[in-house]
């Protein structure tokens, strides 16, 4: 294994020698000194040339060979059609360059042991040319220059400069801030400040081009003449870009592409986006902001994963997460169950919410099996693009965090229900009969909620020079669950991003973070003894005593989960010259966590006690080396030519014990206690490696055909497998680029299409015929049969075709971005029964299934109200997903917990009796075994609106819609049957009910056909709380207030305070617990709402100061 | 320009196909991570002992998982808990897709026997039959044979077609037959008396009652063989102890036959007492808790053969035949393994049936063997157990699902 990394490591390092080498002779072009001396000037070295009629590159290339002097040169500067010659034998190579640079706007001069040559520009303003340098959001091949740094001394002629300064601003008037400003040819640029004012001194006297360019805005261009000694005003207005084609964005190559050469559709948060909201972590960025994700919150268990799908679900065996990467490192991105026990960890630990909000600079989602294909293997679900933030050249600036808030339960419970399923006032239950139940643990002012408070604090410093930048930061959170005696999430974290150029050509970037977690939780869920599922219970849960509840009793038990998260890569970005870039990513994923269940001693329960811990260790090992090649064929035809492998290697670890039987009171350990058991301890390793080639054809910077393929090799597939290939072609064509294109009111029109595969690999040990080793008669080691394997078992492989468009008319008032997706996932891993009476029980996996999805993404962004005191723009993110299972190999396949996964109907649906006259006052009609509904929502609606006020005040919120999907309501079920039914919306019914068995029929005359077999007690069953989930939630309110610099201390630059609320409003019919409840959250395919804690309700204030 | 952009073009991707290449050829892909055994690594000698040990602990499996969710179809327990899967032995109405999970431990219990016997002729070439774990594979295979012809509805073996149930107790005829053997070839007394007394479970469940007592009367009084249970991990734990000995006991001897049982040995049972000294109520709250005694902790084993069960087997086939006093010397001669006093012998051949199922019911009680008498005694008319309620457990939905001879 060793020896395969170091041949890796060493054949990665010799290629990245070898392109330099190799770029010496290209470029370069270095030969013995003639005579054997060296003079001493290189340019007075003897040229020894002749050349006639020449092409000036290859007359270059000439004379570096025959005088021996190595000459340095971009080919990008030198037209194709300047010819030179020149009978120069008998001169200098100083004198040959003057005469054959002549009229070409070149220069050169001595560095070194090398001669240099490069635009005039290039020299006169150099230190301006820091703010273009390639820094990893500029597209290398249109905007970097890559020479040294020239003497200055030499060869520079005198020129007399000016000033320009000016102010952009939006549209509507408003300023600009972060803008940059540049004069291209002269290599001079700034960015704008707040007041959205810019200044460039030293501007060299003559006729510019000023460019005016920010992400969201079209660029702007104007001619000026700069006088000598006066400062010239140019001004600029941009236009809105409601689909920003020229922004830059990583597709898994090395090349950074802009979103116009890309075939496929790529939503991108800034960091903007992410301050407009009040996010706790990751997924709280996602709800609702990009068409094509959906999020589920599944718990308010602080720090609780969310599930997170990507254009729905593609796999029915393997987990459907999508791949995420921290600045260019892969991440392990499956949740882990936390607690140390089923008992008391329902929810989901995700190593994505270890990424802290306040370090991120922006999130790139690319969805589907047509934009993933370079990814390969595991891709299918989707990836999720995390870039952390940078230092900027400049002063140091700090910036600091602070949040305050409190959490609160808000409504919870059916309607009808005023106490809140027993939350919100726990003196009276009641039940069916209208029994009325105290509880005599039950606090004081009668409720057992609370507002949990919640403080955020975070600091970070960034800055740089030309060649070296920086970004540090720390962050600490506390956020309390709003119930009396409840958990809490405390993150701390801290981030260093560091860039270094050692070398001209040469970019190092080490990005390492480490955050520390401690949450914990209340026991709920499943858990008989859990508090908040004994509260809901009320008289019918396990803690009565004396024939009251005392709930109480399920606060004693502590469910913690530690946890320590590092992420740490760094990246070579090398730039051989001409437009080739290499790019070399190493890099280390480390997830820890330790989940503990405590039922402690002397607790009724169990007065022995008893400990559980989970402990898991992830580590995941990132080499990747990509490089891509730009080339201009012709004048309009260039290509992109861009290769590279990547190798992951994880490790998962996990460890399972527990003790049973403590001595006395205390906090325990597991060897404490009187019985220790080991209960689980498994270490799986699972290899991914494999290359790509990609070619993409720019057509007159217009229209793009990108062919790509990637190769896969990955140790969980089957021994006879072997590799697994993965296709992708697209086309993308910017029509408004056309000059017949009405660009005066239709900015940006392009048209796009692609397909792509991508893959997902099965399990570790999914192809392998084991046995399990088990311990019985008292200890003592054996066998049990446990995996029948499947040495053809291969990758399930995703292939999508995708088309779109995207559109900006009316300067950016109204934008559209359209898509729409067919998606077949084939060879998909069914998990195929085997009969157990032959030996072994468990489902082996085998690549027989077929699912499809397909569906329609749309961002509509409209500006309804463009003036400088009011700009109001409302975004709507809309998509359908709707997913279809083709072939299963003619089984139904279970997903968990009454879930099922059919031929002929959507992926995870729910079955079971239904009743066909369901609100029908008459004897129920059953149908047996019925399809009831999706389990996941196909359709999803996001709805964003942002007001501007003046120029400090901004307004925010943000509303989502999920529908068209059905959920169970475990708790309605589990309710209405216990206690003689303490499920309020049942009460009438269960009154009825029982009066019709005693002998009064009329009793059911205003019952209707479900509700009589909902809500029996005596012939009960889950099928009937199947329920339409459809909801819509405010998931946040703010407003931001942008403080006028009069009032801040002379330290600060900016400062702003925000009022923000989340979570504020749920509008739905379904009557359980929370439409997004998921027992056992993000770990799990199945979703069951089974007496689990919503989501809390919190209002946040918070404080930036940059200084 | 154009040719050396081709020349780097090629030599990056024969660069990268000889990364590719090395990488391979240090098995890049091969990976073999700990934990599970490969299914070959088995054919060796140093693993034989642990596959039988697997077999033991894949029997035990069974037999706590119908002893204890068992005892509620047999109505040795009442349900007190929520699950749907023992929800089903409380009502009687049992889907066959609510009993994978006894299906499966049962066909395991005895494919693992089954196969390992073949595993072990293999390996051992003609030492298996002076190996004493070739008995204890025999006697494996046969129990978990027996076991299965008591619970289930009909047998299938190896994914083959449907049978009668009763195809499993010739199997374990079979099975029991060839322990026995080697047994006595290789002085194994102890596991030779588990073996005759397998055997006479089956003959007399096949209607064999001769040859049933021919074996039965070799089986001392005091004789035991149990399944092993142990505190060591939760696989290895007695489930009917585990379930119901905590507060809001998941199964209560509340409302069976056996609640009016008192001051009997082989049925103790206590209330479930809160602090308050009430009694508490069952984990779903629906009846008052309280909870057998008879296994006392996790490492209880769970007999499956001994020498009370073969008297009273002797009694059973006594009173078939009419002798009512022999009949009740051999129960007398169990209840003394007790210290319980003897029984009067019966007026008539009614009330001696009615003692020998009570005293059967009592002295296997909890020992997932109550089932298959009422099943047997319901089939004679003897009781009414089974009007409108299932008796036997239907062949699982997976099993439905993966065996071709099925679907």
Redesign the interface.
Known sequence: ?Y??IW??LI??I??LA??SA?QEI?LAVQGPLNGGERPLSLLSAPAGLTVDDRPL?EALLLLGERSGVTLAFS?SFIRDDHRVACDCGDRTVGEVLDHMLDQTGLVYWEVGNRVVISRSSAMTRMPERRVLRQRGDVPASRTLDVLPVPDRSLHIPAVRQGVVTGQVRTGAGRPLAGVMVRIPELGLGTITGTDGRYRLEDVPAGEVVLKAAVIGFHAAEERAVVRSGQTTVVDFQLAEDAVRLDEVVVTGTADRQRRRELGTSLSQLTRADIELTPVRNIQDILYGQAPGVLLTANSGQPGAAATIRLRGLNSISQANEPLIYVDGVRLFSQPILGGGDERGGRQGISPLNSVRPEDIERIEIVKGAAATTLYGTEASGGVIQIFTRRGTDGPTQWSAEIQTGVNQIGYIGPPGDDTGLGLLDCRTYENSLGETFADPTCPSDGNWVRDGLIQRYSLSVSGGSSDFDYYVSGNFADERQPIKRGGFDRPVGLRANFNFLPLDNLTLSLNSAYIGRTTEWLQDGSS?AGFFTNVV?GP???W???GNPNNALGLDFENVNDTNHFVGGLTARYHSGGDWTHRLTVGYDYFNTEGSTLWPFGH???PEGRFWKRHHTRATVTLDYL?A?R?Q?TQSLGTS?S???Q?FDEDSRRLYSQGYGFAGPGEPTIDAAA?T?V?T???????N?G?F?QNVFDFEDRLFLTLGVRVD???A?GSNFGLQSYPKASVSYVLSDHEFWPTDWWEAFRVRAAVGDAGRAPG??DA????????????????????L?NPDLGPERTREYEVGFESSTFSGRLGVDFTYFHQDTYDALVP????????F?S?QLDNVGHLRNTGFEARLQVGLVRRQAVDWTTTLNASTNWSEAIDLNG??ISMGWRSWAREGYPIASLWGARVVNANEFADPIIEEDAFIGPLYAPYVIGLQNTVRLGERITASALGEWQFGHFAQNGTGY?NAR??DGVWRPCFEAQRALLAAEAGDPSALDNVTALERVKCSMSDFS?DWWMQPADFFKLRSVSVSYDWPERWLPAAADRASLQVAGRNLLTVTDYDGVDPESGDFGATNLQRRDYYNLPPSRSFVVTLRVHF | MRTHLRRYVQRWLVLGLAVLFLAGCDNLFHITNPGFIEADDLDELAGLPGLVVGMSGDLSVALKEVATDGSIMSREHRNGATQTRRGIFETGQIPFDQVNSYWTSMHRARWVAEDGIKRLERVLGEAHADDVLTVRSYLFAGFSNRILGEHVCQAVVDGGPPEAFTAHFERAEVHFTEAIRLADRQGETGLGFAARAGRAQVRAALGDWSGAVQDAGTVPLDYLFEAVYSDNTEREWNEVYSFTQRAGTGLTVYGTEWFDVEDDPRVPWSPDLDDAGEVRPTADGNLPGYRQDKYLSRSDGIPLAKGTDMRLLEAEALLRSGDLVGAFDRINEARSVHGLPPLAVAASEGEAWTVLMHERGAELWLEARRLWDLRRWYEEGRNDVFDNRDSCIPISQHEREGNPNLS
Do not use: C, K
């Open positions: 294994m020896r395969m041949t890796v054949l990665t010799l290629a070898a392109p190799a290209q590159t080919p008989s219970r019918g849960g396990r009565m005593i004396d009724i329960y169990q490089t090649l080339h064929l030519l290769f590279g492998g190798y019985l058991q209960t301890d498994r270490a799986l390793r699972n290899v490696a290359f080639v090799g990955n140790s597939f570790v040990f392998v015929s084991t046995w399990e080793p088990i311990s019985a008669e008292g200890g003592q080691p054996g066998f049990t049969p446990a995996n394997g195929v029964r085997s009969a157990p009476s032959a030996g029980s489902r089984e139904d589990q216990r206690g889950w």
